[in-house]
């Protein structure tokens, strides 16, 4: 059975201090990790895909990381427009609309 | 830019009604997706679509029916709605290609008393 296990849930940072979020995930024939970032009583908005271990990719303050087994999301110097839920999700092979196995986020709150 | 769009944003409903969820995209994806988000759990897959005319189940179809007769739309119905079935009900669409990524609206908040 795939699954995708988030942690920490919850973070809480003070402006400009640096961390990381995890992403666990055994999916059969991961065909791309998905990172999403969801505001209150919003939908989630796509940030990232990694297709293969090794792989980054960088959008401002946040740079996601793959490996075989984890993904990482790396903010750095994070301001308090960062607070939100990052969301990952694991997209099994020959899956389009039903391969996707979402965690249960990690709530990130940027304090001032 | 529309993209996804979800009508209505609120509903309360009582326990035995039926309703209609809408869900329209202007993207011309193929792909299309009803999940449901609730405390503690990640996002569920409920039904979905891979283009005009073709549905499947998901992990939790139970309760819920759609249909897609146009690209466009994907509505989901609650034949008879249950408490259980309160929850934030999310649509997204994807172009078809296993490697993209899904587009999400801003969800209905479902709430069955």
């Known amino acids: 059975e795939d699954q995708v296990t988030q942690s920490p849930e919850a973070l809480r940072l003070q402006e400009g201090e640096s961390s990381s979020l995890n992403c666990s995930y055994t999916v059969s024939g991961l065909r791309g990790l998905f990172w999403y970032r969801q505001d209150p009583g919003k939908g989630p908005e796509f940030l990232f895909t990694?297709?293969?271990a090794g792989e980054e990719k960088e959008k401002e303050r946040l740079k996601a990381t793959l490996t075989k087994k984890e993904s990482f999301l790396h903010i750095t110097a994070p301001k308090p427009e960062d607070s939100a839920t990052y969301l990952c999700?694991?997209?099994?092979?020959?899956?389009?609309?039903?391969?996707?196995?979402f965690g249960k986020g990690t709530h990130l709150i940027i304090q001032p | 830019n529309a993209g996804v769009t979800q009508t209505p944003k609120f509903q309360v409903l009582k326990t035995g009604q039926s309703m209609t969820l809408q869900c329209a995209q202007d993207?011309?994806?193929?792909?299309m997706s009803w999940y449901r988000q609730d405390p503690g759990m990640g996002l569920r897959l409920i039904h979905y679509s891979v283009g005009a005319g073709i549905t499947d189940q998901g992990e939790v179809p139970n309760g819920y029916n759609v249909s897609r007769s146009t690209t466009e739309d994907f509505p989901l119905r609650l034949l008879s709605a249950a408490p259980s079935q309160t929850s934030v009900y999310f649509c997204?669409?994807?172009?078809?290609?296993?490697?993209?990524?899904?587009?999400f609206g801003d969800g209905t908040r479902l709430s069955i008393l």
């Open positions: 997204a669409s994807s172009p078809g290609l296993s490697n993209q990524p899904q587009h």
């Open positions: 990694l297709y293969s």
């Open positions: 999700a694991g997209g099994r092979s020959g899956g389009g609309a039903d391969g996707l196995t």
């Open positions: 993207m011309n994806h193929e792909y």
